[in-house]
């Protein structure tokens, strides 16, 4: 019987081209789709691989708007979003988070990490178990502009943990 070390079992975390991740979220049906924002510049993908088949995918964005609803601490200077974060099956979302956290985020420069989260379809556990804070809620009114969908509400999630009352 063969054994396997855990330096041969075919995982791999890294740098993937936005073509290749949109084509995941879509494959596997995030709910926003694709990453399609007008500044694709300021878009990253990372993808977690098991034996060359990418498994997760994480993509980072700067800030859509100058600050971050309910928490005006957070802005485009010392924050990154997290805009995306998906898997092929559901248990590997808490492994990509995990890795975009420890060794992504930090190459962005910025002091904080922030994710929207939809309120109405997610218990906000990934990112809890991750020990993320959750900072504000974004009601939604209407539609959303980009995209002409309904907009939905959203909790708003950060790292590193920030004690709210005193805001940096």
């Not at 998906?86 to 988070?97: E, K, P």
């Not at 990112?127 to 995209?147: I, L, T």
């Amino acid at each position: 019987m063969s054994q396997t070390s855990l330096l041969d079992c075919g995982v791999t975390w890294r740098g993937i081209g936005l073509p290749e991740a949109n084509a995941a979220l879509e494959a596997w049906s995030h709910k926003m789709g694709g990453m399609h924002r007008p500044c694709a510049a300021d878009v990253a993908a990372h993808g977690l691989l098991h034996d060359g088949r990418l498994v997760a995918v994480a993509c980072t964005a700067g800030l859509i708007r100058e600050t971050v609803a309910g928490a005006p601490w957070l802005n485009r200077g010392n924050a990154v979003e997290l805009a995306r974060l998906c898997a092929d099956r559901t248990s590997l979302c808490r492994v990509a988070l995990r890795l975009w956290r420890v060794f992504t985020f930090p190459t962005f420069g910025r002091a904080y990490a922030v994710s929207y989260q939809d309120a109405d379809l997610h218990s906000g556990n990934t990112y809890r178990f991750d020990g993320w804070q959750r900072v504000s809620f974004a009601r939604a009114g209407g539609e959303d502009r980009r995209s002409g969908r309904k907009a939905r509400n959203k909790w708003v999630w950060v790292w590193p943990p920030q004690n709210t009352k005193q805001s940096p």
